[in-house]
């Protein structure tokens, strides 16, 4: 059984950055599309990155040129740098994995990611960005 575990989340002013991390157990790490989803309060979730098991990565566009996902096997955990910070990203950030979608690993593709179908969330670690 695969844990995904989040962290590195917190407050920041505009301008600022974060690095989340999310620290895998259970599961050959670099098996799996692995990814960073979020949701603010009150809008739908939005696919924000996602690394593919030949390590090429997607962006949304609403991030592109200012986050950075990347991942450690060694260390089996995935990380999201977040530079240049804007209120709009504020949200509850969240991993995913699923071993199905290599191949077809994308940011948007992140978002079909579920529990329920054999995919993997950890519980989420909040970002909040200050104007």
């Known amino acids: 059984q695969v844990q995904l575990v989040e962290s590195g989340g917190g407050s920041v002013q505009s301008g600022g950055s974060l690095r989340l991390s999310c620290e895998a157990s259970?599961?050959?790490?670099?098996?799996?599309?692995m990814g960073w989803f979020r949701q603010a309060p009150g809008k739908e979730r939005e696919g924000v990155a996602a690394?593919?098991?030949?390590?090429?990565?997607t962006y949304a566009d609403s991030v592109k040129g200012r986050f950075s996902i990347a991942q450690d096997n060694a260390k089996n955990t995935l990380y999201l740098q977040m530079n240049s910070l804007k209120p709009e990203d504020t949200a509850m950030y969240y991993c995913?994995?699923?071993?199905?979608?290599?191949?077809?690993?994308?940011?948007?593709?992140?978002?079909?990611?579920?529990?329920?179908?054999?995919?993997?969330w950890g519980q989420g670690t909040q970002v909040t960005v200050s104007s």
């Open positions: 690394i593919d098991s030949d390590g090429s990565t």
């Open positions: 259970g599961g050959t790490y670099s098996a799996y599309c």
């Open positions: 995913a994995a699923d071993p199905a979608l290599i191949g077809h690993c994308s940011a948007s593709q992140i978002l079909i990611i579920h529990p329920a179908y054999g995919g993997y």
